[in-house]
């Protein structure tokens, strides 16, 4: 029968036939062969492979296992082992051009971005990890402003919907404000103060009752790497306790993410809202965002940092 002058396939048998275990589990000593050449109704094509198909059924027998259920007959193709050898080869080149991709890719973005600033050769590690930062950038962003596109076709019908040109201007003019003041604020000026106020309170202090002669040198660069450490240990010191209030809102500041511009949302969950008494608004706001914003940026590159939004509480 043809389909438009498509004939449909025969089944042909161009190849072999092996007899080969039907299990992994079946009795054979090492030094002997397990496969045997043979007729598609499993007779021996050879001498040598009668021989080796009697020795085989003796020690099933001698197992007390059953030969014909050990093994089986199987339909080898023409060519067969050229096409593993192909198949092994292109598998390999292929993983070879993906590894390869991968790490030309960011590299070559990565001196790209450098020869913006400076002339001089970057070492190509910080050349891969700058352009894998630089792509994933690029994948966040194409990320949001299509989420930013959905959200605003998914506003009423009644209401007027704004350009998404000037939506999404409008949006990451926001975000860029939100992100620029935590960068500095919890990226820099906190972990720096952290430092300093261990250095004054307690490791100045001992260190001139040691020797009196000293003369104080502080470098704000080592404060600030010192100060990244400090509130480091101190996030997972406080994760190793019971989970609390404060844990709990920054669990679900990290995991809804800082993209939303929905503050509630990101400061409440839909088996129990997290309302400080109205004494502490303020302070666990603030509190709030400094635990997550040092912990954000003390993994800086490890995971990086997503976006910014404010917080806001429900009063009782």
Known sequence: MTVAGIHDPRNIHDGSFRRVPASDNVALPREMRAIAEVYANGEPVTEAAAKLIQMQNAEAEKAKRNPKSDYTVVYIPPHFRYRIILFISALWVAFAIFVAISLSVPILLGRS????????????????????YLLWACY?????????DKRRQRRGPDGPRA??????????LLWLAKISYMLFFLGLVIPTLISLVMDFYIIMPIR????P????????????????????????VHRLQR???VMRGLNNVSVKSLMFD??????SDRQQRLDPPRS???DQRNYWTSIWGIDTFTTLPCRGCVGITTYSFTPH
């Open 113 to 132: 971005f450098f020869k913006l600033f400076t002339a001089r050769d970057v070492h190509d590690g910080y050349s891969f990890i700058t352009g894998f």
């Open 140 to 148: 966040i962003i194409g990320k949001a402003v299509d989420r930013m």
């Open 163 to 172: 350009e998404f040109p000037v939506f999404l201007a409008k949006r990451s």
């Open 208 to 211: 001139l009752a040691v020797n």
């Open 213 to 236: 002669g000293l003369k104080p040198h502080i470098r704000i660069v080592d404060a600030w790497a010192l100060g990244l450490l400090y509130a480091k240990i101190a996030v997972h």
């Open 243 to 245: 989970p609390t209030l």
């Open 262 to 267: 929905n503050s509630t949302n990101i400061t």
């Open 280 to 282: 502490l608004e303020g």
